[in-house]
């Protein structure tokens, strides 16, 4: 890979890489998510994940991506539906809970929502979806949701950015 530098401070990558194109998505600041869901035998299941976004108000739709190596993929893959736990500031020990190989619900408090979902308690927000379509792309999976029910408190999200997490603490809007 080779860098060169145009400005003060700004890198121009002239041989893309997988290292350098990670480098250049870790400068783009997620809110921290946990997927949740049931596994075929009805366990609750959930992963730590960053990559989820809103794609469609009409119909109301949203997306996040798994990579198809991880443990958890043949668990959403089969699944009908999921949550969006969107985490709030004091959360950062629940995201690093659901990225552990443990008995993650065993370790957070958690409620039933549409279907039986897993709901993480204290979260930002959730969102409840029913599987709408999956796509392949590259080594990843696109989940597709269709949202049945969506929820929020008045909380301060938490951030991730450059490999670290940053809790955002704003006063509360309604």
């Known amino acids: 890979m080779s860098e060169s530098s ?6 121009s990558l002239t041989e893309a890489d997988g290292t350098a194109f990670r480098r250049a998505l870790g400068h783009f600041a997620t809110g921290i998510t946990v997927m949740s869901t049931r596994d075929v035998d009805g366990r609750p299941y959930g992963a730590t994940v960053s990559s989820f976004s809103s ?14 190596r991880s443990f958890s993929y043949p668990i959403f893959s089969q699944a009908s539906h999921f ?12 995201s690093r809970t659901f ?11 958690s409620y039933e929502g549409v279907e039986r979902l897993p709901l993480v308690s204290g979260c930002l927000g959730w969102i409840e979806c029913s599987l709408e379509r999956q ?24 951030l991730h950015w450059r490999g670290a997490y940053h809790p955002l603490e704003v006063d509360a809007v309604s």
């Open 55 to 68: 794609l469609s108000l009409d119909p109301p739709l949203i997306q996040w991506s798994l990579t198809t």
């Open 135 to 158: 796509v392949e792309a590259g080594d990843h999976t696109i989940f597709i949701g269709r949202v049945l029910n969506a929820r929020v408190s008045n909380k301060s999200p938490l």
């Open 6 to 11: 145009n400005q003060a401070g700004v890198l």
């Open 83 to 94: 949550a969006v736990n969107i985490l709030a500031s004091d959360q950062e020990e629940v």
């Open 99 to 109: 990225c552990r190989p443990v008995d993650r619900f065993a370790l957070v408090e």
